[in-house]
């Protein structure tokens, strides 16, 4: 079972930005997929990106398509999201997980405890 620790979340003003982090320990990091959620006060788990082993393919949620990056150090054991002209509605829990490329939070077998991005004037 793979541990995950995110951080690098924050209070931002809209148009700023924030570079999340998640470093991995467990297992051979490069093995699997790594991902990135979001989940807004009273809403559910959502989607934002994904990428493969290698990193060499990403998927993006539309809202965050031409905002975020994903990236990943596989020497470092670390997944980034490099998130750019944040808004509002960006504010929500950050989660990252591992196990494969899918959009469905239920696919993904382990965790972070998630951090917190405010995104607010």
């Known amino acids: 079972q793979v541990q995950l620790v995110e951080s690098g979340g924050g209070l931002v003003q809209p148009g700023g930005s924030l570079r999340l982090s998640c470093v991995a320990s467990g297992r051979t990091f490069s093995t699997y997929p790594m991902g990135w959620f979001r989940q807004a006060p009273g809403k559910e788990r959502e989607f934002v990106s994904t990428i493969t082993g290698s990193g060499s393919t990403t998927y993006y949620a539309d809202s965050v398509k031409g905002r975020f990056t994903i990236s990943r150090d596989n020497a470092k054991n670390t997944l980034y999201l490099q998130m750019n002209n944040l808004k509002p509605e960006d504010t929500a829990v950050y989660y990252c997980?591992?196990?494969?490329?899918?959009?469905?939070?239920?696919?993904?077998?382990?965790w972070g405890r998630g951090t917190q991005v405010t995104v607010s004037s």
């Open positions: 997980a591992s196990g494969t490329v899918a959009r469905i939070p239920s696919s993904f077998g382990s």
